[in-house]
């Protein structure tokens, strides 16, 4: 397992470095496994690389129909609301990324009577065993990764669960849905995405091995990647 730090001049050469990263790394993929497995994570950063990506996009080998789109974690707020990770993501990649609409699995959303835990039940069946290819992930400046808070009762997830509730999110809003740290180190690749020198310290804690730290405790099976620009690397 090999875990490598990439560190871009400024945010915009990140995203430019990280989107044509990611597209051929799952063009790569596909031609040999077929079906890329992909695992997108929500945030600011995160977003703006899915918009690299759209726009590398044209004239790229990448199949879109064969690529199967996951999520590290989700905002438990309704379908149409523009708190959710996988609108917004969509909502970029749509355009130029001709999806196959049973490839892509986003979370459920606060629609209608289902409950958060039944919708934690239901997005692990859904999952079942897939591994991930490539699992991205942003780092929140306490080092959180999906929705996994340090210190928080979901960071410490029952044995075996694969997808946990989180109640009382530090971060708004205050419930989500996440990935369990044991279904995120399944991944074969962890892409971290960071940017900014409010996340310098969560990014050097984490490079330390502070366990305190979630992106601390979240490793590929293969490989680990940290593509982070320099106010993030500060510290390093
Ligand atoms: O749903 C979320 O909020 C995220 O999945 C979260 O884990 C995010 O990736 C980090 O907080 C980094 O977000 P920024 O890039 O916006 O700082």
């Keep these: 397992m090999s875990t490598r730090t990439i560190v871009h001049s400024d945010p915009d050469a990140l995203v430019t470095g990280a989107a044509g990263r990611l597209l051929e790394r799952l063009s790569v993929l596909q031609s040999t496994d ?94 079942g065993e897939t591994t991930f290819d490539i699992c991205l992930l942003g780092v929140g400046p306490d080092g959180h990764v999906a929705s996994l808070f340090p210190g928080h009762p979901g960071l410490e997830s029952p044995t075996g669960a694969k997808v946990i509730a989180v109640h009382d999110s530090p971060k708004p809003p205050p419930e989500r849905l996440s990935l369990s740290l044991a279904t995120l180190n399944r991944s074969r690749e962890v892409w971290f995405v960071v940017s900014g020198a409010d996340k310098a310290e969560a990014v050097r804690r984490a490079h330390d091995g502070d366990l305190e730290v979630p992106a601390a405790r979240v490793r590929g099976r293969e490989a680990t990647v940290w593509l982070i620009d320099e106010d993030a690397a500060s510290l390093l």
């Excluded at 690389?49 to 690529?67: C, F, K």
């Excluded at 609108?87 to 629609?111: C, F, K, Q, W």
């Design 34 to 127: 077929g079906v890329a497995q992909l695992c997108l994570t929500g945030g600011r950063i995160a977003n703006r690389i899915y918009r690299g990506l759209a726009e590398q996009l044209p004239g790229s080998p990448l199949d879109g129909t064969r690529v199967e789109l996951w999520w590290g974690d989700e905002r438990w707020v309704p379908t149409e609301h523009p708190d959710r990770n996988a609108g917004e993501a969509l909502a970029i990649l749509a355009p130029t990324l001709a999806m196959d609409p049973s490839r892509v699995h986003p979370m459920p959303a606060a629609d209608g009577n289902v409950s958060i835990e039944d919708s934690v039940d239901g997005y692990a069946a859904e999952l």
